[in-house]
């Protein structure tokens, strides 16, 4: 009798992977094989057409000595840090703010618009308050001829100008993140520390924001990875211009690919910045299991 349930379980146990099969499949045929493949394409010359000659580390020592990397690198970290702590600060304002409003539904609909439009469409948007029909010409009427220029066509100007587009259209998501997390919160240490006398800024900072802490710990690794992926904006906002000086790896990655045919330069970035999303995002959750 006992081994006829045992047999069952292991039936039951081996039939519910049937249901993850395809999956697992589909990952490891696309995915994984894309892998292997870039990593081993990184080792070569290839435009695409010709055969692929074998060039080792080549293809990264060039990378590593060429300045538009290092500008792409540089650029990449900007949208990091910036993200990191723009995606925190400004969405947790505005929820702390808006779950003290009566109008809460209202508020939530406003900020979250612009989440439901694509990094494409938030960039046309841009780019068009930006361009010689929008921003600089309502700088001509108000009589300022100095300001009525082309903002995107500064360099690093136009890269903190796409950082704000990106806020602005992440600003929704973790906006919502945040009132769920202190609506779910515990209210027992919040209520105790209101009868001790704590005032609001303590309340927040000794209280509110430590209870936070998974929530903010969750917006931090997607504004880290969306940061070292960020492509759509760049693209249709300045497309990586000008000379190249609002690249960002993501962006490096495609340009060396699929428009100047060095598809080994390109996998070779493709590999350095999964290794270093690999790295970064490893640290963040150890530290923070560690500290949990």
Do not use: C, H
Request: proline share 3%; glycine share 6%; net charge positive.
């Amino acid at each position: 009798m006992a081994r006829t349930i045992e047999t069952q379980k292991k039936k039951i146990y081996w039939k519910d992977y049937l249901y993850i099969l395809p999956a697992v499949l589909f990952i490891g045929i696309f995915f994984v094989s894309s892998i292997f493949y870039t990593v081993r394409l990184s080792f070569f010359e290839w435009d695409g057409f010709s055969k692929m000659t074998f060039k080792g580390l080549d293809n990264y020592i060039n990378l590593f000595q060429d300045k538009n990397f290092k500008i792409s690198v540089m650029n990449t970290l900007i949208w990091v840090v910036s993200s990191m702590v723009t995606s925190v600060l400004v969405p947790l304002l505005f929820a702390i703010l808006i779950t003290r409003s009566s109008a809460l539904t209202l508020f939530k609909n406003i900020f979250y618009f612009p989440t439901a439009l694509s990094g494409t469409v938030g960039g046309l948007i841009m780019a068009t308050l930006l361009s010689t029909y929008g921003l600089p010409q309502i700088f001509l009427w108000l009589g300022k001829p100095e300001l009525a220029r082309d903002w995107l066509a500064i360099p690093y100007v136009n890269t903190f100008i796409m950082i704000l587009t990106g806020v602005w259209q992440g600003i929704g998501l973790n906006m919502l993140l945040f009132i769920s997390g202190i609506r779910n919160m515990d209210s027992s240490p919040i209520e105790a520390a209101k009868i001790e006398g704590a005032g609001s800024i303590k309340l927040y900072t000794k209280v509110i924001l430590p209870l936070l802490k998974p929530t903010i710990i969750v917006v931090l690794l997607m504004a880290l990875v969306n940061s070292f992926k960020v492509f759509d904006g760049i693209w249709v906002m300045t497309k990586g211009g000008p000379y190249r000086t609002s690249e960002t790896l993501a962006l490096t990655m495609y340009e060396e690919s699929f428009i100047y045919n060095n598809f080994g330069v390109g996998a070779a970035v493709a590999v350095v910045l999964t290794i270093v999303i690999l790295i970064v995002s490893y640290f963040n959750i150890r530290n923070t299991f560690k500290e949990d």
